[in-house]
């Protein structure tokens, strides 16, 4: 337990889950995760009709689609938002590569 005289505990230390051999700092796809504090379930619910944002998870999905506006280099491609996550895949696109906010490739979603 933490005591104020005491030092702060270490926070937990995370394996590394970037590849050696991958370079981040170059434009092309990324898969990302990002988690809500605490774990907590914020983003949605799910009920017998399937998963429903909540308030808080609208405001992360807007947010998510407006980033381009922000970021014109960045493409964004598929993303799910779960209850204490969010899963998405992202472009970065430089000179000589896909335009900002093209799709560098499509789905048929009818296979699904």
């Known amino acids: 337990m933490y005591h104020p005289i005491s030092e702060p505990p270490e926070p937990p230390r995370r394996k ?32 017998d009709d399937g998963l429903h ?14 980033l381009p506006r922000v970021h014109p280099t960045l493409i964004l491609d598929e993303f799910v938002i779960m209850p204490n996550h969010m899963h998405a895949i992202v472009g970065f696109v430089g000179a000589g590569l896909a335009p900002p906010g093209v799709r560098t490739t499509s789905i048929d979603r009818s296979q699904r």
């Open 53 to 66: 944002l909540t308030t808080i998870g609208q405001v992360v999905r807007e947010s998510w689609l407006s």
């Open 16 to 47: 590394d889950l970037r590849l050696a051999v991958r370079d981040y700092s170059r434009e092309g796809p990324y898969f990302v995760t990002i988690c809500v504090r605490e774990k907590r379930n914020l983003l949605s619910g799910v009920n």
